[in-house]
């Protein structure tokens, strides 16, 4: 096994899943998050491990639509094995099929984006770009107050709790969204579903713990993992726990096209 690509993926693709997150992962994180697009030689390498490996899947906290967008996946050939989990596994496109699932808005939500606007003016707030996410609403302060999404952290905690609604913190952005699903939960199903007997998930952020935490009970179990963080000087929390840490976006696109060619 070389440093980068494990050995157990290289003579087994066909029982191999490939998890990865989406922004900070495949894509660079950019201040407008709807220009976000993919790095092109990831997108190049994952058609190409589309057809040795036995699952690819995408799982990130992005809604679905967004990701199917900016990942360019419909307009590239060679991705028939691959899953798009949106908004934590509350989605879910698949490309061998085309069949897309998805639950309603919660109340819980709608009713934050009618109170937000008021509650942002309450606490000096304005400035923060409010995304809807269908089933989250996302507070971005990439390039607003720095320190402000810090200031915010306690009161939205206490506003989440009066909503019933998860905390989902990121890279200069705070989630509220409807609790019950995460990306550890849509990792572990897709193992279930595709009998995978490798793991390997890269991810960027503190979002992508429970499925550092699924592919640790799954490697308790008996199965083979393999962790990768795309690192930055933002987010150190992934370090610790991987076993391959990349420099970014750029470095992920590398380290796919290394493991597309070892495979060819």
Known sequence: ??????????????????????????????????RAFIHPD???????????????????????????????????????????????GAERWDASTGVISRPPQPESVAELERRLPQWLAEHDAEAVRVENKGLALALHTRGVAPGLLDELAAPLKALAAELDLAIEPGRQVIELRAPGTDKGDALAELVEQTKARQIVFAGDDLGDLPAFDTVDSLRASGHWGYLVCSASAEQQALVPRSDLVLDGPDDIAAWLTELADALS
């Not at 190409?48 to 699952?55: N, V, Y």
């Open 42 to 88: 990831s997108l190049a390498a994952l058609r190409r491990l589309g057809a040795r490996l036995g699952q690819i899947a995408i799982i990130t906290g992005r809604p679905l639509d967004q990701v199917r967008r900016l990942g360019r996946f419909e307009a590239s050939g060679g991705l028939d094995h691959l899953v798009i989990c949106g908004q934590y």
């Open 1 to 34: 096994m070389t440093a980068r690509l494990p050995d157990p993926v290289l003579a087994d693709p066909e029982g191999t899943l490939l998890g990865l997150d989406f922004d900070g992962t495949l894509a660079p994180i950019v201040e407008d998050p709807q």
